[in-house]
């Protein structure tokens, strides 16, 4: 059995010889591979600082954007009700700011078909602060709203 062990012992050796090797020829070129997208990274650093930095401060001062309206207005209401909207119905802009529609599960059944579903009007104000908001409608996912 000494002899066997031996004998695997001296495969296994020449094996992993083969395999570092093998090794040895492709980690320079992987580092190589490394160094030049390591590269590419760093010239292209200088000119998003140039030109990128300097826009972002201004569009801090524009006014929000309709999804950035949308997202706000879904923050405040699942505050304000305890519920989470899952879908925003849609937005548009008035004379006021927004109008943002949200659809709300109000109460979960088994199947999901059943769930009642409600649709949420929200008044958002030209900075996206909620302004007020009322439950348009209420209806049973499976059957649908009618919109009017």
């Not at 059995?1 to 031996?6: C, G, S």
């Given at each position: ?6 004998s ?82 849609g ?50 996912r ?7």
């Open positions: 059995m000494a002899t066997a062990r031996k695997s012992a001296s495969e296994g050796s020449r094996s992993s010889g083969t395999t570092k090797r093998t090794s040895a020829k492709k980690s320079p070129a992987k580092k190589s591979a490394v160094k030049k997208s390591a590269g590419k990274r760093s010239s292209s650093r200088p000119s998003d600082q140039d030109g990128g930095d300097q826009q972002r401060p201004a569009a801090k001062n524009a006014k929000p954007s309709a999804m950035k309206v949308a997202r706000a207005a879904a923050e405040q209401l699942a505050e304000l009700t305890g519920r989470r909207p899952e879908v925003v119905v937005v548009e802009r008035n004379d006021d700011g927004w109008q943002v529609e949200l659809e709300v599960v109000e109460s979960r059944r088994i199947p999901d078909s059943t769930d009642i579903l409600a649709t949420y009007r929200v008044q958002v104000d030209e900075d996206g602060e909620m302004m007020g908001y009322y439950r348009a409608q209420r209806y049973v499976g059957k649908g709203g009618d919109r009017g």
